[in-house]
């Protein structure tokens, strides 16, 4: 009897784990891997809200995490108070509310998508609660008012329970509940009560046996035991404790279960279902109808706390170095501890080829054999295997390499039988395939035909061979014609013959795989990715890296239930084969490097039972779930949130990081913000994330999910940017942003006017001056001649008239002599002086002075008394060509009509220099020669030549002197 009696328990005990083995799929709980230093972070507070954000408060400040990245929480021109511990952190819709421990009655609460901050304040706050029949918010307090919160920042009063008949002041409301129908329930420390209309209905606490007992009844510990966050289901309230938790019926309130232990964990919701989570198996809660019971869970085993999200039946469970969404469970996933120990066992093993039956895997390795590999054992055949074909449910048939290459293996008795070789040649098969009675073996550039003869025993004879081929990698069979792919390019056999088929006109493209599908052939090729050809060769579609292919040199192809699976040197692509969009690796961080590996050709193969996808690379074993992947496909509206919008400029401020910039659709960049980094949030499921700015390019590009997309320098305008998952193809599904970059004054319109007006200016500047200059140019000719004329002119006059006086009286004439001589002097020296006159070298003060001193010394020189007095010329400036002439000509004009009209007399010439101009003042004594006769015709010239320079010319002539003064002005 005991031993029976021990075979029942074990047997029931084995019924529990087998049940909970097969609950796997009720509940997930994904771990959040968090960046360092918050990957030990300690929790203080915790909230998720509805976009999938996570709130955390430690003793840093407040933080949020959005899948992959933590920001600091900072509200734009907004402060909150500064170092002070905070109470409670809670999340509704677009509202995220703060209560701090110095003032308990006051909530801050911030709307961030109008960026507005509100204060509310609520006497004996107790929770919030979400009512999910209506989706309100409610505001509790502990004196039994319940207020109704409104998207406009205000409070509603809404029932008060102390107006209800049964109310009692002194029950210590510890927790609120609101099931999804909303009816209200409230809890005290070991009891349970509900609203009814005009009345409050109270359970009978401990009065009630609990499994038919007292036994069990939880002993409290008043100062240490209180009620955590209540939940329920259709049937059952359920408050838990630090220790512990109660299970309540719903309708009569009644306690039906209760447990207090250190063994306990946690207990939550899913799937309407109570999970409660234990260290070890425990006898007590085994047996209980009400709830599912998991042990043994290792990232639960320090679980300290289990927070529910604002999502239905979603909670973020905490343990002191981790942090875990544990949602409802998906029963399509399949189930990975086989898988995970394969990869284990096969992990830095190179893989050539697989093969499933319903009992094991078939492994071949390159240089470890080929492995049957089973749940609890493996056994190792002593030759690599690249190819394996069922022959019939026991026999199986291996293309190897060594020997004959075929061999057949029995997998009921391990035995296997190698083909005779009667060549005596080493043959290597990459590829098998069944073909009437028998099966196709590639061998380098020939196909090999295995079948049975007349004597029942298997044999193989050369089929067909051709040196164009190069080394056959793959075979099909399409359409009724066979198809070749090798290292000499793609080949098509007919009744004609076998046919190369030329792809986009290229005489050497190596092709690895074929793969038909529907009216169209997949080839994957070694540098141009995956081709899409109709069956004359016309190349559709070209699938390359820049499409969300991992690398360019595809060596298998599988397609399976509409998914697309693709082994290439830089690691393996799944695609919906019908876009060809790229779908993310599965979350697998322990075997994460897998799945980049490089794969081999061939080692592909589809496991139909576990529904999943297995290839070989380099370094072992990768596994892809097809439930996974259809999931994918089935949630196509995964929705991309912009996680924050990051701003900065070329200096050594820190960037701007706006965490709410999901709200608008406009974003505006300032002058000087020269780089805008874009970081967007997701489901954890997508690991990447397509995205375009249609004014740029209509190529999308791919980014990882946990990846700031950079943008830099955009000239000014306004883009429109659009990013989605590669499983979201409908264009309402993308999520789009209008950015606006503003210009720079240098780079706005009355910059660019202004510009253009100062260059019309210059031109226009540059006309007038060129027009000035040409116009002083002919002035100095016009003066040139002008001067050429008077002054040379007479003098040349007189020349030629005395020249002709002596030609006519046929004899010398001293006098006319003479006056030809001093007629050719004064020629000489106006042409001395307008030579000088336009040299610029002699443009200043200087030169003008030693003109002056030269002239009077030559005119002068006889006179008994001159007096020359010249100041303010020690600081020499340069004078105008003008002025400079023309001050010199009515200088040298004065000392000529006092030679001129005047015997040797007295000269005064002063000289004086000033700042604002020089004035110049000749004077004589009047001693008239005989004879002199004025004109004025000297004097007229001389007051012409001053207005020229915009002088002042005062002649003043007495009896007993004669004054010239001339006056000029900077």
Same mark, same amino acid.
């Given at each position: ?254 306690? /039906?279960?209760?447990?207090?232990? +250190? @063994?306990?964990?946690?207990? &939550?919701?899913?799937?309407? !279902? #109570?999970?409660? =989570? ?54 399509? /996933?399949?189930?990975?501890?086989? +898988? @995970?120990?394969?990869?284990? &066992?096969?992990?830095?093993? !190179? #893989?050539?080829? =697989? ?616």
């Amino acid at each position: 009897m005991k031993t029976l009696f021990r075979v029942l328990v074990g047997a029931v005990l084995l019924a529990c784990r087998l049940g909970c083995a097969q609950a796997q799929s009720l509940f997930n709980a994904q771990k959040l891997n968090m960046p360092k230093p918050f990957n030990r972070a300690l929790f203080t507070n915790i909230a998720r809200d509805e976009r999938g954000f996570v709130y955390f408060t430690t003793n840093h400040g407040i933080w949020r995490f959005d899948g992959t990245d933590v920001q600091p929480f900072s509200l734009p021109n907004i402060t909150l108070p500064p170092n002070l511990l905070i109470k409670l952190l809670f999340c509704y819709q677009n509202f995220i509310f703060l209560r701090y421990n110095n003032d308990p009655d006051l909530i801050y609460c911030y709307d961030y998508t109008k960026l507005k901050l509100y204060k509310i304040r609520v006497k004996d706050f107790n929770c919030f609660i979400i009512n999910n029949f209506n989706h309100k918010l409610n505001l509790l307090s502990k004196n039994g008012q319940i207020f109704v919160f409104n998207k406009a920042g205000f409070l509603q009063k809404g029932l008060n329970l102390q107006h209800l008949r049964g109310w009692n002041n002194g029950s210590g409301i510890e927790q609120y509940l609101i099931d999804e129908k909303g009816k209200l329930f409230f809890f005290v420390r070991n009891n349970v009560a509900t609203a009814e209309p005009n009345l409050i209905r109270t359970g009978k606490g401990d009065s009630v046996l609990v499994n038919g007992s007292y036994k069990y009844r939880m002993l409290y510990d008043k100062s240490g035991q209180f009620v955590g966050l209540p939940f329920s289901t259709t049937k059952y309230l359920v408050a838990r404790y630090p220790l512990g938790f109660i299970i309540y019926d719903k309708r009569s309130l009644n306690k /039906l279960y209760e447990y207090q232990g +250190s @063994n306990y964990i946690c207990c &939550f919701k899913a799937k309407d !279902s #109570i999970v409660v =989570i234990c260290r070890q198996p425990d006898k007590k809660m085994l047996a209980s109808p009400f709830f599912r019971l998991y042990w043994g869970i290792n990232q639960f085993s320090d679980l300290k706390a289990v927070e529910e999200c604002t999502t239905a039946d979603e909670y973020l469970g905490l343990t002191p170095d981790n942090l875990f969404l544990i949602t409802p469970g998906n029963p399509r /996933l399949s189930d990975t501890v086989a +898988s @995970n120990k394969a990869m284990r &066992f096969f992990k830095d093993k !190179s #893989i050539r080829g =697989i093969y499933n039956d319903s009992l094991r895997f078939y492994i071949g390795t390159y240089n470890g054999g080929t492995y049957l590999f089973g749940k609890n054992s493996y056994k190792a055949l002593p030759f690599t295997t690249y190819a394996i074909q069922p022959i019939n449910k026991r026999h199986v048939m291996l293309g190897t390499e060594g020997g004959s290459g075929f061999v057949v293996l029995d997998t009921y008795t391990d035995m296997y039988e190698l083909l005779p070789n009667p060549n005596r040649a080493s043959m290597v098969i990459n590829k098998l395939i069944k073909y009437q009675d028998g099966f196709l073996g590639a061998v380098r550039n020939s196909l090999y035909l295995a079948k049975k003869n007349e004597l029942n025993q298997w044999s193989y004879t050369c089929w067909f061979t051709d040196k164009r081929l190069g080394i056959i990698k793959d075979v099909a069979f399409i359409n009724n014609h066979l198809w070749l792919a090798g290292e000499g390019g793609l080949f098509r056999m007919d009744k004609a013959g076998l046919t190369k088929i030329k792809i986009s006109n290229a005489d050497y493209m190596p092709v690895y795989t074929i793969l038909p599908y529907k009216n169209t052939i997949l080839l994957g090729t070694l540098g141009k990715g995956i081709i899409k050809i109709d069956a004359g060769g016309k190349v559709i579609d070209n699938i390359g890296f820049e499409k969300g292919l991992a690398g360019d040199f595809v060596y298998s192809l599988l397609e399976v239930d509409g998914l697309l699976f693709a082994g290439t040197n830089e690691g393996a692509s799944v695609f919906n084969i019908a876009n060809m969009q790229a779908l993310p690796y599965p979350d697998n961080d322990e075997f994460e490097e897998n799945y980049t590996q490089e794969f081999n050709h061939s080692a592909i193969y589809y496991d139909p039972k576990g529904r999943q996808v297995v290839m070989g690379g380099l370094h072992g074993l990768a596994f892809f779930s097809i439930d996974y992947y259809k999931s994918l496909l089935s949630n196509n509206a995964d929705k991309l949130i912009l996680s924050y919008l990051k701003k900065s400029t070329n200096g050594v401020a820190l960037p701007q990081v706006d965490l709410f910039a999901n709200a608008a659709n406009i974003i505006n960049v300032k002058p000087g913000e020269n780089t805008v980094s874009l970081k967007f949030a997701g489901p954890a499921k997508q690991k990447d994330i397509l995205f375009r700015i249609r004014e740029i390019s209509d190529t999308w590009r791919t980014n990882k999910l946990s990846d700031e997309i950079n943008l830099y320098s955009l000239p000014p305008g306004t883009y429109t940017f659009q990013a989605r998952f590669p499983t979201n193809t409908k264009p309402k599904q993308w999520l789009t942003k209008t950015i606006v970059v503003w210009p720079s004054f240098y780079q706005s319109w009355p910059f660019k006017v202004m510009i253009v007006l100062i260059v019309l200016l210059l031109i226009y500047q540059a006309w007038v001056s060129r027009i000035k200059k040409l116009k002083r140019e002919m002035e100095l000719r016009t003066s040139i001649a002008s001067d050429l004329h008077d002054e040379i002119g007479s003098n040349l006059t007189r020349i030629s008239l005395s020249s002709e006086l002596m030609h006519i009286k046929q004899s010398t004439d001293s006098e006319i002599i003479r006056n030809i001589s001093n007629d050719s002097k004064d020629a000489i020296a106006s042409i001395s002086d307008i030579i000088w006159s336009v040299d610029a070298r002699n443009d200043n003060q200087e030169d003008l002075l030693s003109r002056m001193k030269e002239h009077v010394h030559f005119m002068l020189g006889d006179f008994p008394e001159i007096s020359f007095e010249v100041s303010g010329f020690e600081k020499t400036g340069n004078l105008t060509q003008l002025v400079r002439q023309n001050v010199y000509l009515i200088f040298k004009e004065a000392i000529n009509n006092i030679v001129r009209h005047n015997n040797a007399t007295p000269v005064w010439i002063t000289l004086n220099n000033q700042a604002w101009g020089m004035t110049i003042i000749i004077k004589n004594t009047v001693n008239a020669k005989p004879g002199s006769y004025h004109t004025g015709q000297g004097l007229k010239n001389m007051q012409m030549r001053a207005k020229r320079i915009k002088a002042s010319l005062v002649i003043t002539p007495a009896d007993d002197f004669f004054t010239v003064m001339l006056k000029t002005r900077r």
